[in-house]
């Protein structure tokens, strides 16, 4: 079991934790022109404050700043990816001095810079594809996401993912990933575990690794789910992305159920309601007091 403790660990960020049982919300905000989602509706800069603005209204834990798509598309050099993302950290980090800032980016040289900007979180998608960024992460006290995307490279799409067990392979890798980052430095109780759906996995392993996640928290660290209006939730469902709202909302409730303790959205206050309508019906504590 990790440093520190319970099944599914706790994570500490700026000052806060959360863990099972404390379910934290962490919000999209896309500085980018292609996004899958909302193709580019918070590219601009006063765009993507706005966005960041009304997530923390609406209940936002964290928000997750990213400067590229995450899928196919045109090349981002290193400095227009800094570009579109340090700046906007910074400016952030004004505006709400106590929000946790996450950003999502697989590249070191963008981390380094984000994290100098006040950035609380790296938010490492591709699984380590740069092996610099968890010493980037140690360097300046940041938190660490460390994931599973089965060796596919950053920004390609998935292609005939084959796995003995994918919960078993998704558990060694983000294990592995994280005991690398805690070697070099990191906190401990600043990494956490995404098992990355979608990425490296076809629709049955993606719907796999959710009824399955309370085995990956079994394992000891924070578990993160970045679900949100994903590809498994449309195929499932036989929904386009303008309407997976309620089955992104399913899949969330489930992840708490099974311990996850960060979830990744689009809809911070539709997750914020779910979440904690997911806490208040599984409490010990009834309307009335303890039962």
């Known amino acids: 079991?990790?440093?520190?403790?319970?099944?599914?660990?706790?994570?500490?960020?700026?000052?806060?934790?959360?863990?099972p049982g404390r379910h934290a919300v962490m919000?999209?905000?896309?500085?980018?022109?292609?996004s899958f989602y909302d193709a580019g509706a918070t590219f601009a800069f006063d765009a993507a404050l706005a966005a960041a603005d009304a997530a923390v209204r609406a209940g936002a834990d964290i928000v997750d700043v990213g400067g590229v798509q995450a899928g196919r598309g045109a090349p981002v050099p290193v400095a227009e990816e800094v570009r579109r993302t340090a700046p906007f950290v910074a400016e952030l980090r004004d505006r709400h001095p106590d929000l946790v800032i996450s950003v999502d980016t697989w590249r070191a040289e963008v981390a380094r810079a984000c994290a100098?900007?006040?950035?609380?979180?790296?938010?490492?998608?591709?699984?380590?594809?740069?092996?610099?960024l968890a010493r980037v992460a140690a360097e300046h006290g940041t938190g660490l996401v460390c994931s599973h995307t089965g060796g596919l490279a950053p920004r390609t799409a998935t292609h005939r993912a084959a796995y003995a067990d994918v919960l078993a392979d998704v558990a060694a890798t983000v294990t592995g990933l994280a005991e690398r980052a805690v070697a070099l430095g990191v906190r401990p109780d600043g990494v956490l575990v995404d098992p990355t759906h979608?990425?490296?996995?076809?629709?049955h392993h993606s719907l796999e690794v959710t009824r399955r996640l309370g085995e990956l928290v079994a394992v000891g660290r924070p578990v993160l789910v970045a679900a949100s209006n994903k590809h498994f939730i449309g195929e499932t469902l036989d929904l386009p992305v303008t309407e997976r709202r309620a089955g992104t909302l399913a899949v969330l409730a489930v992840a708490a159920l099974e311990g996850a303790a960060v979830f990744r959205v689009h809809d911070p206050a539709a997750a914020r309601a779910a979440l904690d309508a997911v806490a208040g019906l599984t409490s010990a504590a009834g309307p009335g007091g303890p039962m």
């Open 116 to 132: 100098e900007a006040g950035a609380d979180l790296l938010n490492d998608t591709w699984a380590g594809a740069d092996p610099d």
């Open 198 to 203: 979608d990425f490296g996995k076809n629709t």
């Open 1 to 19: 079991m990790a440093d520190g403790g319970a099944p599914g660990g706790v994570l500490r960020l700026r000052g806060r934790e959360f863990g």
């Open 27 to 34: 919000a999209v905000v896309n500085r980018t022109p292609d």
